[in-house]
């Protein structure tokens, strides 16, 4: 039986009530521009979709979705990785033992996406300019894929976000602190995605398959079966 990861660390108490950096803070905490980028991985929703069995949990290829997404985080150079626990919380914590991750708990996930997205993103260190944002269940995202996302950041504009076959898909990364008070008003079952929608300082790059891939029903699951055989 996998042991299950050490107790989340404290996250540092600056930045303002998300979590975003002030530009003082950044600056003292790199000692550079404060484009330093983390990564929040959102495994608190119930998935009602996907039926009674919690579908972030579900196996695909020897191991479980959620840790599909949280390895290919942590392929990458990215640091920390906070992963946000809510519903099942025991459970996706035991099957992401051994990985080397921050989590910390959203007692509010049954209110929406908003509340974990608010969550893992007060979780980052101040030092974090840009968050990239992960679903749990999207275990075909690559590590590259994030890796990008990063190395677009200018530090100027409030996201980068990759395209796919004219579409934007997920992850996504946000600018703390240019977002900052849009973050913090999110209420509800929404993400960054509508705040996004007609802004001009918006960075697109080329995404992949995995990134427009997200699984919502066992239908979906079995289709990734078929392409993994």
């Known amino acids: ?35 330093e980028t983390g990564i929040v991985l959102l495994a608190a929703g119930r998935g009602t979709r996907f039926g009674p069995a919690p579908k972030l949990l579900a196996p695909l290829a020897g191991r479980s979705l959620v840790r599909h997404a ?16 809510g519903a099942h919380a025991a459970a996706v914590r035991a099957a992401l033992g051994g990985l080397d991750l921050d989590t910390v708990e959203n007692p509010d996930h049954a209110a929406g996406l908003a509340t974990s ?18 679903l749990g269940d999207m275990p075909r995202v690559s590590p590259g894929l994030i890796e990008r996302l990063a190395a677009a950041f200018d530090g100027s504009a409030a996201a980068v976000v990759p395209i796919q076959e004219g579409r934007r898909g997920n992850p996504v990364l946000l600018n ?6 849009e973050l913090a008003a999110l209420t509800g079952d929404r993400g960054a995605g509508p705040l996004l929608a007609h802004r001009a300082d918006v960075i697109e ?3 992949e398959a995995g990134s427009g891939l997200d699984v ?6 079995a289709r990734l079966h078929t392409r993994s055989d």
């Open 216 to 221: 919502d029903t066992p239908a979906m699951l």
């Open 205 to 207: 790059i080329p995404g």
């Open 176 to 181: 703390r602190r240019r977002l900052a008070a």
């Open 70 to 85: 949280a390895e290919a985080a942590l392929a990458t150079a990215l640091r920390p990785v906070v992963v946000v626990l």
């Open 1 to 35: 039986m996998p042991t299950e990861p050490p107790p989340p660390r404290t996250p540092p108490g600056k930045g303002n009530a998300t979590g975003a950096p002030t530009t003082a803070e950044a600056s003292d905490a790199t000692g550079r521009t404060g484009r």
């Open 117 to 134: 997205l608010k969550a893992g993103l007060a979780a980052l260190p101040p030092a974090c300019h840009g968050a990239v944002v992960m």
